[in-house]
């Protein structure tokens, strides 16, 4: 059996349709997909700022993006700014090693629902992560990671994509 199509015919473009915007309904579905994700001891240690296009929130995100996301970023119809709970409740750990990797794996599920929607995403962290996180001052324990833009492609996937063998995968960084 090969790799499913929706895994495969994946990409994440650099130019967004500008004119195409996302419903309210379709940031819900993204959502829903991104809270079915699996975490330790279902934690669920993720959270989302969600940013659409023409609408205050964007503008709020917009203006702590690098230069060189600020050329392409701002067309996508979606900006998500996620964010980690990296402090374990009712513990004595001062850091969850697994919030991180849950947060990815939520991405992950967020990601695939958009390609399923036909829609694309393009992650990221060429952002101001000092100045945003003072502009959106999450709660305690919580901390920034990256963003996602989320839109219909401008563009077509690549037809030759180039990704690392599984041979590759099974040997490297072993010394």
Not at 49 to 74: G, N, T, Y
Not at 124 to 133: G, I, K, P, V
């Amino acid at each position: 059996m090969p790799v499913h199509p929706l895994l495969a015919s994946r990409f994440s473009p650099l130019m967004f349709d500008p004119a195409w915007t996302v419903t309210e309904d379709d940031v819900e579905l993204l959502l829903d997909a991104a809270r079915w994700a699996p975490s330790a001891g279902n934690s669920q240690p993720w959270a989302y700022f969600v940013a659409r296009r023409d609408e205050p929130e964007h503008k709020r995100v917009v203006r702590h993006l690098a230069r060189s996301s600020a050329r392409w970023a701002p067309s996508a119809s979606l900006l998500i700014v996620t964010m980690a709970h990296r402090y374990v409740e009712d513990t004595d750990w001062a850091y969850s090693d697994f919030a991180d990797y849950d947060l990815g794996q939520s991405v992950a599920h967020l990601t695939l629902q958009a390609h399923a929607m036909d829609l694309a995403c393009r992650q990221f962290r060429a952002f101001d992560l000092e100045s945003l996180t003072a502009d959106l001052d999450p709660g305690p324990g919580w901390h920034i990671l990256s963003m996602i833009a989320v839109g219909r492609p401008a563009e077509n996937r690549p037809a030759d994509r180039e990704r690392r063998s599984t041979a590759d995968l099974r040997t490297a960084p072993w010394a």
